[in-house]
């Protein structure tokens, strides 16, 4: 006979998910919550579109581009003024982007030595198919928005949904 898990294990579980998502994305549990209500009112999976959601916040996509080595990285170049997204300076990292989208860096930011090196730095790691980049013009364009399968990071969405269906 197989043993039923307490209530306080599935909270346990539930919570470390929540946590680990948190953690992976940079976001702080206030903003997180506005995540999941905003994944509540959208159709389709809520874990899936919370997922897509926190995927097209502009300093994951700068990171998937392989513009920045980590999520922080990212947010540091976009509170510093360093990007453009279809030509406008965006300074918020959590600007959600749309299919369409072109982000590049500012002209004024190429002169700096960490662009000149990342342009010319020939091992780019993979773009998602959903996002296309260019480094060596510091170009990148939104494709698509981000589907599930595009998503490689190693989450069970569902136990989040559950945490916050309590």
């Known amino acids: 006979m197989r043993a039923r898990r307490t209530k306080a294990s599935d909270y346990s579980l539930q919570l470390r998910e929540k946590q ?6 940079g976001v702080l549990e206030a903003q997180f919550r506005r995540y999941f209500r905003e994944a509540l009112k959208r159709r389709g999976v809520t874990g899936s579109e919370l997922l897509i959601l926190l995927e097209r916040r502009l300093d994951n996509v700068i990171y998937r581009m392989g513009f ?17 997204v279809n030509d406008h300076p965006i300074d918020v990292p959590s600007y959600l982007v749309k299919p ?10 190429r002169k700096l030595t960490y662009f000149k090196e990342l342009a010319a730095d020939k091992d780019a790691p993979p773009t998602p198919t959903w996002l296309s980049a260019d480094r060596a ?19 069970k969405e569902q136990l989040v949904v559950e945490y916050y269906s309590r």
């Not at 920045?68 to 453009?84: D, K, V």
């Open 20 to 25: 680990k998502m948190r953690r992976i994305y």
């Open 137 to 155: 013009t510091l170009t990148g364009v939104v494709n698509a928005l981000p589907k599930r399968e595009d998503i490689d990071v190693q989450l």
């Open 68 to 84: 920045a080595p980590s999520r922080a990285a990212a947010r540091q170049l976009i509170n510093h003024a360093h990007l453009n």
């Open 100 to 109: 369409g989208d072109k982000i590049s860096v500012r002209d004024a930011s």
